[in-house]
């Protein structure tokens, strides 16, 4: 009997570490861990977005070829993170320490905020368009909105 219970002790502590893991994690995130995760995914969503934006501004740039195909690609990304732009600041960040640089007016011009998100979708919408057409200067001529876009709302929005 001893025997047994010494063999079983190891395991069922083992089983014991794993549910009260299984309970932690059930748990709600405190509103610092909410806030934390919060930050993550907009700084995440803004990485993929310079990610597929930094083609284009290559081309921008002159460093690259004008490629129609990559930017029609490229533009339907940056639609698609630029329509979940509101939705990653939903939650406001403002009373917690975070390593943000997002700035506290993002939640006290809502609106303007959400209508630069908007210009920038209305953006790579025309730039899509243009990319389609296979136009070179019509290509140029919208990306440099597009990229105008962004920076109309770093400028107002985003700490240096
Ligand atoms: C509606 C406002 C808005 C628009 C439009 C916008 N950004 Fe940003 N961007 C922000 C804010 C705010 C931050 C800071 C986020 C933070 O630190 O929490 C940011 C941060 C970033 C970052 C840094 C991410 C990090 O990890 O710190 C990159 C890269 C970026 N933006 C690229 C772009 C590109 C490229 C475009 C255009 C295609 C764009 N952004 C358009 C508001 C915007």
Not at 69 to 79: D, I, Y
Not at 93 to 120: E, P, S, V, Y
Not at 122 to 139: C, M, P, T, W
Request: aromatic share 4%.
């Amino acid at each position: 009997m001893l025997k047994l219970i010494n063999v079983l002790a190891p395991a069922s502590a083992t089983l014991m570490a794993t549910l009260s893991v299984a309970v932690a994690q059930n748990a709600p995130p405190s509103p610092e861990k909410q806030a934390e995760k919060a930050v993550e995914i907009r700084q995440g969503l803004f990485n993929v977005q310079g990610f597929a934006f930094g083609p284009v501004g290559a081309m921008l740039k002159g460093a690259a070829p004008v490629d129609a195909a990559l930017v029609q690609k490229e533009a339907a990304r940056v639609q698609m993170t630029s329509s979940m732009i509101t939705e990653v600041f939903k939650l406001d960040t403002r009373k917690f320490q975070t390593r943000t640089k997002a700035k506290d007016k993002i939640w006290t011009d809502q609106q303007d905020f959400a209508q630069k998100a908007n210009d920038l979708h209305e953006a790579a919408v025309v730039l899509e368009a243009a990319a389609r057409k296979g136009d070179k200067s019509g290509i140029l001529d919208a990306a440099g909105k597009v990229g105008n876009a962004c920076k109309a709302c770093h400028d107002e929005y985003r700490e240096k």
